[in-house]
């Protein structure tokens, strides 16, 4: 079958091949544990269940309005107003099966070919997938451990150019779990105002923060709302990956672009599942600071662990359930060392390549599994690298 040719260009997420090749492993008898995926490992809160069950039964069946239901779109505005202490009103909200759908959708919609995309590097390998679909020129932004994995904001400066069209920052960060801290996010935005640039903030780990850090979203800085996509959703907060939900924030003239998009392809986020989203963010949000609370646990574990072993070296970050350590001392490229893991070990992670030529030297772990499983798995990789 013919395939065209812009499919070249499209990129993809490496965390779900290696998934498959792990369970490939599974099938012939070999016990795996997987650090590979990024999603929690806890269930959906129950009241958020039973408000989807409810939903269901309601007959919240139908299509709904492509943007989302109006229920869902207010109780976003109140909750990211009240969380972020900006001003958010529901005609600025899209909601989306899933937050991928905000990237690919504010891309197609703001960037034309031959502008200039700066984005993290290592990072989440759609940003890059996406430039490159839409015929932009990817620019990455070297996150390093020796700044711990922060923005270089003078480096930044170097990289923008006349055909800067968009920035995208994601704090706290996947795959090294880094943050942006105040003052970082508030030099960040000046740089936008002085050069227009619009601004993809991707805040999906907003919530998941350790030993106190405040998250600062970039809309609370002078001249940002206005140049502003937020990027979030309830995969990573509530546990609910496996139900695509997710939404943008943006300025209003935007919304119907961007809701245009939704009617080409989705038509609409399912309804049931919206008014499951809205329960769970008017709902308590106990189990939230609940799983931050393990998360923690299982956060110091991990680190703890592999600057025990030889040649790995990790940075103790301070946000998502990523851990990024720097894997030089083993003499191994990133990529051999993860096959290596997973072949040998029975350990599923991924290669920091996989997140963009930046992350050569580095593995990424997701510790979203139980603290016996880290355990086992840090157990079996000291084996395999002694
Ligand atoms: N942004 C980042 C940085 C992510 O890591 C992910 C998922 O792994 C997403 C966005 C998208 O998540 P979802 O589409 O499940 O909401």
């Known amino acids: 079958m013919h395939i065209a040719k812009r499919m070249k260009t499209l990129g993809t997420e490496t965390a779900f091949e290696v998934l498959v090749r792990a369970r490939a492993l599974e099938a012939k008898g070999k016990d795996i544990i997987h650090l590979e995926i990024g999603e929690p490992d806890f269930d959906t809160p129950g009241f958020i269940r039973s408000a989807g069950k409810k ?12 943007p989302g239901l109006p229920e869902l779109r207010k109780a976003i505005a109140e909750h990211m107003s009240s969380r972020l202490g900006v001003d958010f009103n529901q005609d600025q909200v899209v909601v989306t099966p899933g937050g991928k759908p905000i990237m690919f959708f504010v891309i197609l919609a703001c960037v034309d070919e031959g502008d200039e995309v700066i984005y ?16 932009a020129k990817p620019i990455p932004m070297p996150l390093r451990e020796a700044n711990e994995f922060r923005v270089d904001v003078r480096e930044l400066e170097r990289l923008i150019t006349p055909k800067t069209r968009m920035l995208i920052i994601n704090t706290p960060g996947n795959p090294t779990g880094g943050i942006l801290t105040k003052e970082d996010t508030k030099k960040i935005a000046e740089l936008a105002v002085k050069h ?43 546990a609910m990956t496996g139900w695509r939900l997710g939404f943008g924030i943006m300025p209003e003239e935007l919304v119907p672009k ?35 609370k393990e998360f923690t646990r299982r956060r110091d574990a991990i680190v703890d662990g592999l600057n025990g072993i030889p040649g790995f070296h990790c940075h103790r970050p301070l946000g998502a359930f990523y851990v990024f350590p720097n894997i030089t001392g083993t003499g191994k490229t990133s990529r051999a060392l993860a096959d290596h893991l997973l072949d040998q070990a029975g350990v599923a992670c991924l290669s920091g390549t996989a997140f963009g030529a930046y992350g050569e030297g580095y593995l990424r772990f997701s510790y979203a599994n139980s603290i016996e499983n880290i355990g086992k798995a840090l157990e079996r990789i000291r084996r395999s690298i002694a």
């Open 258 to 292: 961007v809701a245009q998009l939704q009617i080409n392809s989705n038509s609409c986020t399912a309804s049931f599942v919206q008014i499951a989203g809205a329960n769970a963010l008017t709902g308590p949000q106990k189990e939230v600071d609940e799983m931050v």
């Open 120 to 135: 993290p590097n290592p990072g989440f390998p759609i940003y890059e997938s996406v430039i490159n679909f839409v015929g």
């Open 55 to 66: 939903a269901l039964d309601d007959g919240f069946t139908h299509y709904g309005p492509a």
């Open 196 to 238: 227009d640039l619009i601004v993809l903030s991707d805040e999906i780990y907003s919530r998941i923060l350790y030993d106190g850090f405040e998250h600062v979203s970039i809309t609370t800085f002078p001249g940002m709302l206005e140049r502003t996509i937020i990027l979030d959703g309830f995969s990573k907060t509530f």
